[in-house]
């Protein structure tokens, strides 16, 4: 798996910032596929630790923040957690592509919050 691979990476760089954020976005994208609950939930909570690693190594790279604010809002349906790491992504000016794709959903998470 993706997942697997950013472990090698890992394995010889632990504080490698992009390997731990994608390590963590391929875990939550994979429970998409899973049927069991307590695989999801594990799942998702091995994701959110990379994640949160990779803030706390580099809080200016916007990926980790952008991926954190759609896993609160898409897979764990807490669009208030959701906020503030989504602001956090666009004021690290992400890409314009990713940006496009967050705006929208900060609006939503604000929306329903």
Not at 29 to 42: G, H, I, P
Not at 56 to 74: K, M, S, T, V, W
Not at 94 to 99: E, K, L, S
Request: glycine share 2%.
């Amino acid at each position: 798996t993706a997942a697997a691979l950013y472990d090698q990476v890992l394995e010889t760089d632990p504080d490698d910032v992009e390997a731990l954020t994608y390590r963590g976005w391929t875990l939550a994208l994979s429970t998409r596929s899973m049927e069991d609950s307590t695989d999801v939930t594990d799942a998702l909570k091995s994701s959110i630790d990379s994640l949160g690693r990779a803030v706390e190594l580099d809080p200016e790279y916007p990926d980790a923040h952008c991926f954190l604010g759609i896993i609160q809002i898409r897979f764990l349906q807490s669009p208030s957690s959701a906020v503030p790491f989504l602001e956090r992504c666009l004021d690290e000016n992400p890409p314009a592509d990713v940006r496009t794709l967050v705006e929208p959903l900060l609006d939503e998470a604000r929306s329903a919050s």
